[in-house]
């Protein structure tokens, strides 16, 4: 369930479990491509910050999605303005039987975007990572107060070998980001600390029974005492917790999937020093967010 690899969220990933070829790819251009127009708003964070129980965990309220297409585009990010909750949106990418005219994209995005997208052999996979990436460079452009052909995307060094695939970065800015599309969905993270973003459908059984046994021991036993038709639910959102924080740290799947402890209940775990939450998505699908928690000032 990681992004494709050479997706802006992608370090060290091998593929959605049960996906084949390109599946992962999502979108339309046809959302994104007039959400560009909308008048904009103060850019502040999608959702406050859950107020945290009595273990310093979450609330069990997910975080709400701004809807790119609908809801306006933001205006440019002040860093430390906001509550700390990373921004996020959501676009909706229906299916569509024909291909997306080069025009629509090829202004705005760069050639190793190009030459990704050219290497899809179906259309629907195409588009929809066409999608996602004008989305995403749309938002950045906003954010930062650029034409969203501007802005030049480069990959962080990978914290575990320093080879140039980690976190998605924006040359001169500060501002953190992370893109993660699935089926018809993208979720956009933005943050001004390291982030990262998941959004995944909802697997069948036979991917739970798979897979589900290579999560951590106490995630394996939280799935097991489930009835078995709960389970594909309770097994995707803890994926998509694990690959936030997986995605928002750099690593990726390098880290083993048994290491650290998300939870599969209806609160997630944070890890220490990240702030980690459900994020609202479709029936069919769960999404979630992770950031690193900002240190407090020093006096």
Not at 40 to 57: C, E, F
Not at 263 to 277: A, D, F, Q, V, Y
Not at 285 to 294: E, S
């Amino acid at each position: 369930m990681p992004s494709t690899p050479g997706e802006p969220g992608a370090a060290h990933t091998t593929g959605r479990p049960g996906a084949t070829g390109t599946a992962g790819d999502s979108g339309t251009s046809g959302p994104a491509a007039g959400a560009s127009s909308a008048p904009r708003t103060h850019a502040s964070p999608t959702a406050s910050p859950q107020p945290p129980d009595a273990q310093g965990q979450p609330g069990n309220t997910p975080l709400r999605p701004r809807i790119l297409g609908r809801d306006p585009l933001p205006a440019p990010w002040i860093p430390g303005a906001g509550t700390g909750a990373p921004a996020l949106w959501l676009l909706r990418m229906p299916d569509r039987d024909r291909p997306t005219p080069r025009e629509e994209y090829e202004t705005v995005l760069d050639a190793s975007e190009r030459a990704r997208a050219a290497s899809f052999v179906r259309d629907l996979h195409r588009d929809r990572y066409i999608a996602a990436h004008l989305a995403l460079r749309r938002l950045l452009g906003a954010y930062l107060d650029v034409a969203p052909a501007a802005v030049e995307l480069f990959r962080e060094p990978c914290p575990c070998c320093g080879a140039p695939h980690g976190r998605p970065a924006a040359a001169g800015a500060s501002l953190r980001f992370n893109l993660s599309h699935a089926g018809e969905l993208a979720l956009l993270a933005f943050a001004d600390t390291p982030v990262g973003a998941d959004v995944e459908e909802v697997q069948p059984a036979s991917v739970v029974d798979s897979v589900g046994r290579s999560l951590h021991p106490r995630e394996v036993a939280e799935l097991e005492s489930l009835p078995p038709a709960d389970r594909t639910t309770a097994f995707s959102r803890c994926w998509t917790r694990k690959e936030a924080y997986l995605k928002g740290t750099g690593t990726g799947l390098a880290e083993r999937l048994s290491v650290t402890y998300v939870g599969c209940g209806p609160r997630p775990t944070s890890p220490p020093g990240w702030t980690l939450s459900d994020v609202e998505a479709p029936q069919g699908y769960t999404a979630a967010a992770a950031f690193a928690t900002p240190e407090p000032p020093t006096a």
